[in-house]
C-alpha cells in the first residue's frame, strides 16, 4: 500500500505537478556513474582543444599511444555533425513536404547541395571560420564538423522527406478524426512512421560522415597545410610518409570506435526504433542489445529520464498542443507565417541573385575550351557512377531483402554490416590501388570499385529498412495463398521495398559523386595517382587554389547531379508514391 501510494504522489513546485518516482540504486547505476564521469573528463579535453591557440600546422604523433585521444577526438566530431545533421533533417524534411510552394525550392536545392562535394565547401568555408576565430582552433574544428555534416545529412533529409510523403492514408485520417494538430500529428503519427528508415540512414549517415574523415581533418588549401588532431589526420600522415605500421595502427583504432558506436548506439536505438514497426500481428524478426536492456535497468537514468521528460513535454504541450485557432485568430497567425515564410524565400532570391553575379566574373576566367574538358570528365565520371550504383543494385538487393526478411540472418550479418559499412573506405584505397596496379586495372576502371566500396552500403541499408518495415500480416497472407518464392519477391518484396531503394539509389549515386573527388585522385609516398575525371580535376584545383576551375568543376557536377535527379530519380520516386505507397 505504501509503495502504491509513494507512485502516485505528486510533488508541487514552482506551480506544476512533478511525479514522483522513488530511486532505487542498482549495481547497472555505478557503471553509468563511472561512464558519465569518464565521458564528462573527455569533453573537458575537447574543449581544452577546440580553445587552444591556433596553429597554422599541428604536428601528428604517429606513436600508436596517441591514438586513443586522437580516435575519440574524432568521435565527438562525428556524434556533433550527426546531432547538427539530425536537427536539419527533422526541420528541412518537415518544411519540404508539407509546403507546397516550398518544396519546388528545397528539393532541387537538396539535389544541389548533396551534388556539392566536400572540397566544394571546404575552401570558403575554412578561410572563413578561420579567419572568425583567428585566434583558437574553434574556427577549423567548426569547419571540420560541418565538413562531417555535409557527408552525412543529404541521406537521412531524403530519407525524412520522402518518408512523410509516403504516410498512409488511414493514418493521416485517423489526425483527422482525432482533430491533432500539426505537432501532434508529427509526433504522433509522421515521425514514428519514419522512425525505422531514419534510424538505418542515420547509420549510413554516419558512414557517409567518415567516409571524408581523411579530407576533413587533413588537407592542403594553396599553401597551406591545415590539420587537426584525429584518427582521419594520422592516417593521412601515415599514408603519405609510406608508414605501413601507422596505417594497420589507424584501422585498427577505427575498427575499435566502429564497434564501440554499434554496441553503445546504434544496436540500442534499432532495438528500440522496432516498436515503431506498422504491423496488425508481432513480427519474427525482433532486434535486441544488450546495453538498452541495462540502461532500462538502471534506476539514476529512469529518474533523469522521467524527470526531464516531463519539462521537455510539458514545454512543447504548451507550444504547440494548443487548440487551433479559428475565426479573425486564425486568419491573422496565417497571415503572420506567410509574411513570415515570403521574406525567407525574398532573402534567399537576394542572397542567390548576388551568388550567381560574383560567380559570373569568377567563372569569366575560364575558356570554353576549359569547359568542354569539364563536361567531358563530367560524363566520364557519370559513367563511373552509374556503373557502381548498378554494381552495388546487382547484390545489396537480393542481400538485403535476405537480411531483412529473416530472423537468423539479421541476428548475425546486421551488427557485422553496420561495422563494415561505417569504416572509411578511403582508409583502404592505397592498398586496393597497389593490389589492382599489380593485376593490370588502372584507376579509369579501378575508381568505379573505390566509389563501390563506399556507396554500395546506402542501397543495401535502404533495402533492409525497407524489409524490414513489412508487415508481418502481409507475410503471413501470402503464405496463406501458397505464393511461391518469385511470387512473393514479385508481388510484395520488391515493391515493399521499392521506395526505399528509390532513396538508395538517390544517395548512393551522390556519395560515389563525392567519393569521386578521392577515387579518381590520391597520393601515396608522395606520388599522385590519377585518372581523367570530374572528381580529379576538383580535387587538383582545390589542391592548386585554382578557385575559378574549382567553382567551375563544382557547378558542372551540381548540374549533371540535378539534371539526372530531375529527368529519372523524380520519375521513379513518382512511381513510389502513386503505385508503391504503403496504402
Sequence with gaps: MLNHVTKIFYKIWGGFAI?????????????????????????????KEWTGVWSPMVEIDLNPWALPK????????????YGLSLVFTLMYGYWAAKDKVAEKVLVP?????????????????VVSLVGIFHQS??????????????????????????????????????????????WLSFKWIEVPYAAIGLVWNSMMSMSGGWFFLMVSEAFVLGHHDFRLPGVGSYMSVAVNHGDIPAMGYAVTAMIAMIVFLDLFLWRPVVAWSQKFKIED?????????????????????????????FFINFGLNVLFSKKEPLGEESIKIHFVLRIFIWTIYAAFIGVFGFGCWKLYHMLQSISLSDWHLIIWYGCLTLSRVLSAVAIGTLWTLPAGLAIGLSPKLSRIFQPVIQVVASFPAPMLFVLIIIFLHKVGVGLAYGSVILMLLGTQWYILFNVIAGALSIPADLRETSKLFHMSRWQRIKNLYIPSVFPFLVTGWVTAAGGAWNASIVAEYTMFRGKTLSTQGLGAMISQSAESADFALLTGAVLTMSAFVVIFNRVVWRTLYRIAENKYSMN
Design 19 to 47: 511525479p514522483y518516482r522513488p530511486f532505487r540504486f542498482r549495481w547497472i547505476d555505478f557503471f553509468l556513474i563511472l561512464g558519465i564521469a569518464g565521458l564528462f573528463y573527455g569533453l573537458v579535453s575537447v574543449k
Design 70 to 81: 586522437y580516435t575519440f577526438f574524432s568521435m565527438v566530431r562525428g556524434i556533433l555533425a
Design 109 to 125: 536545392l537538396l539535389d544541389v547541395l548533396q551534388s556539392i562535394p566536400v572540397l566544394g565547401f571546404m575552401p570558403g568555408l
Design 137 to 182: 582552433n574553434i574556427g577549423l574544428e567548426l569547419a571540420a564538423v560541418i565538413m562531417i555534416f555535409t557527408g552525412q545529412v543529404w541521406n537521412m533529409t531524403f530519407s525524412f522527406y520522402h518518408s512523410i510523403c509516403n504516410v498512409p492514408a488511414d493514418m493521416r485520417q485517423v489526425a483527422v478524426t482525432f482533430r491533432f494538430n500539426w
Design 281 to 309: 500481428t508481432r513480427s519474427q524478426v525482433t532486434a535486441h542489445s544488450f546495453f538498452l536492456n541495462w540502461l532500462r535497468k538502471a534506476g539514476l537514468l529512469e529518474y533523469i529520464r522521467s524527470t526531464f521528460s
